[in-house]
C-alpha cells in the first residue's frame, strides 16, 4: 500500500506565502508524476501543478507565476510553494502521485486525505 501525508497547509492572509509538503511512503517501485489538487467547498476538484519526474511542470493559470512545485526524488516528496495567495485559494489542497507497485507493470494514482489552506482578506 501507498501513503501520502500533506502537511503545511493553514490559515495566512492574502499577500502571505505558504509550503505545503507531501511524502509518499510504502511499497513504492517508482514514482511517475506527482501534484497537487485542489476542492474548494460546493466546487469539484481542480488541478493546481504537476512535476514528472524528469522535472517538467505544468500549472494551472490561476496560479502561474505565484506557486511554484518541486520534488526531492530521493524522498518520494512533493512542495507546493504558494506566494501572495489570495481568498480565492482557500480550499483543500490534495497530493496526488502515479504510483507504480513493486511486480507490477503498470501506474496507478495515489491520493493524500488533503490539507486545508485558508486565505483571510
Known amino acids: 500500500q501507498v501513503q501520502l501525508v500533506e502537511s503545511g497547509g493553514g490559515l495566512v492572509q492574502a499577500g502571505g506565502s505558504l509550503r505545503l509538503s507531501c511524502a509518499a511512503s510504502?511499497?513504492?517501485?517508482?514514482?511517475?508524476?506527482m501534484g497537487w489538487y485542489r476542492q474548494a467547498p460546493g466546487k469539484q476538484r481542480e488541478l493546481v501543478a504537476t512535476?514528472?519526474?524528469?522535472?517538467?511542470?505544468n500549472y494551472a493559470g490561476s496560479v502561474k507565476d505565484r506557486f511554484t512545485i518541486s520534488r526531492d526524488n530521493a524522498k518520494n516528496t512533493v512542495y507546493l510553494q504558494m506566494t501572495s495567495l489570495k481568498p480565492e485559494d482557500t480550499a483543500k489542497y490534495y497530493c496526488?502521485?502515479?504510483?507504480?507497485?513493486?511486480?507490477?507493470?503498470?501506474?496507478?494514482?495515489?491520493w493524500g486525505r488533503g490539507t486545508q489552506v485558508t486565505v483571510s482578506s
Open positions: 496526488n502521485a502515479n504510483v507504480r507497485l513493486p511486480l507490477l507493470s503498470s501506474y496507478r494514482d495515489s
Open positions: 510504502g511499497s513504492i517501485a517508482s514514482i511517475n508524476a
Open positions: 512535476i514528472t519526474g524528469g522535472g517538467t511542470t
